[in-house]
């Protein structure tokens, strides 16, 4: 199995930028498509954005596109998720999730991470 941990999760206010990082463990990680998902209370969880093994093809959810990036370094065994002029819509846990294989922008990835909390206050 892959071991997920997030950081980098805060408060901040409306405009400003955080970026979450995603470590990996337990298993290669260069060969595993990696994603950003999100979940606010009393919504289902959504895909954020999401990155292939090689770091060739990414995918956004069309809610962030243009503010956040989505970026991994296999030799860090970790991904990154920069988050710019955020909005107090974008308040949520947010997942880290790796799948072996292709990348997709659904829920259908193999391990997740703990969550780590975004607030973003108006």
């Known amino acids: 199995q892959v071991q997920l941990v997030e950081s980098g999760g805060g408060l901040v206010q409306a405009g400003g930028s955080l970026r979450l990082s995603c470590a990996a463990s337990g298993r290669t990680f260069s060969y595993y498509a990696m994603g950003w998902f999100r979940q606010a209370p009393g919504k289902e969880r959504e895909f954020v954005a999401a990155i292939s093994w090689s770091g060739g093809t990414t995918y956004y959810a069309e809610s962030v596109k243009g503010r956040f990036t989505i970026s991994r370094d296999n030799a860090k065994n970790t991904v990154y998720l920069q988050m710019n002029s955020l909005k107090p819509e974008d308040t949520a846990v947010y997942y880290c999730?790796?799948?072996?294989?292709?990348?997709?922008?659904?829920?259908?990835?193999?391990?997740w991470g703990q969550g780590t909390q975004v607030t973003v206050s108006s």
């Open positions: 999730a790796a799948r072996e294989g292709r990348v997709v922008r659904t829920v259908e990835y193999d391990y």
